[in-house]
């Protein structure tokens, strides 16, 4: 057990055996199992003048950094863009002061894994105030969240945020993640008494009894099958488009464009918005 030592596992859960978490001071191609606060990335992005997913958007590219060893290319594209929805789905929706995070990356395997968990309500108890669902059990709460644009927070009916931009809530997160990672890999997601591994394939889904308090997700993507990231998000992205259609009663079509395309992308229809009314007002 020496790796899971080292990376801080037990420790985590009170068993004087290895390192802490934060610990180990990571290399390349391994981030050890860190915290991160909830409260810490509101108060930095907000001391800076920037939105929560900003800062979250930057962290993950650092994260993405010291896994594959370069700030550009599929891989990093890839794990940046993954990390960044998991990690916004706890802030937003976990109602918790923190998660913890690590990952490994295999360049001779052509694999990476990210592993996040936090203690906050659960899946089931963040989907309860959508009155469109039925999401009374963990097992339906999983697949309803895996879902596009089904969320706690944007519905039919729901009042909408006077705030908009990239990172308002939609709901897409966890579907285009899931989605990227059976592309080869496999998605882990864990809550309350249920467990569900979705892999590629007819067959590819298989439930676990668990006994979590919070969530738990676990993505393993095959690093060399994901050439063109760009590419898969919009086939995603038409995809689930097709899938609000047949559910439009209890959905929104509604999508942020942060959880649709690589930030790059979303930036720039930002600022091309911006000039747009700017030129309007002159």
């Known amino acids: 057990m020496t790796y899971a030592a080292h990376m801080g596992f037990f420790k985590a859960f009170g068993h004087d055996f290895g390192k802490s978490p934060g610990q180990a001071l990571g290399s390349k191609n391994y981030i050890p199992l860190t915290m991160l606060r909830t409260e810490t990335l509101i108060r930095d992005a907000a001391m800076s003048g920037r939105e929560v997913g900003d800062e979250i958007e930057s962290q993950s590219k650092r994260m993405a950094e ?15 863009y993954s990390i960044r929805e998991l990690v916004r789905n706890v802030v937003e929706h976990a109602q918790t002061d923190r998660l913890g995070i690590c990952s490994q990356y295999w360049p001779s395997k052509g694999r990476a894994e990210v592993s996040i968990i936090d203690r906050g309500i659960g899946l089931r108890e963040s989907l309860a105030s959508n009155p469109h669902i039925d999401a009374s059990t963990d097992k339906q709460s999983i697949n309803f969240a895996l879902m596009p644009a089904v969320s706690g927070k944007a519905f039919k009916g729901a009042s909408r945020r006077t705030t908009r931009g990239p990172w308002v809530n939609s709901g897409f997160g966890l579907y285009m993640t899931s989605r990227i990672c059976r592309n080869g890999g496999n998605f882990f997601v864990a809550t309350g008494d249920t467990g569900m591994l979705l892999t590629a394939g007819k067959g590819g889904k298989r439930y676990f009894n668990m006994s979590l308090e919070g969530t738990a997700v676990r993505m393993t993507v095959r690093t060399d099958q994901v050439a063109g990231l760009k590419d898969s998000l919009a086939r995603y992205r038409e995809e689930g488009y097709e899938i609000q259609k047949k559910y439009a009663e209890i959905v929104r079509i509604d999508p942020s464009s942060a959880s649709l395309m690589l930030s790059e992308d979303f930036n720039l229809t930002c600022w091309d918005r911006l000039l747009k009314k700017i030129k309007v007002l002159t």
């Open 66 to 80: 010291t896994l594959v060893g370069q700030d550009t290319g599929d891989a990093f594209e890839t794990l940046s």
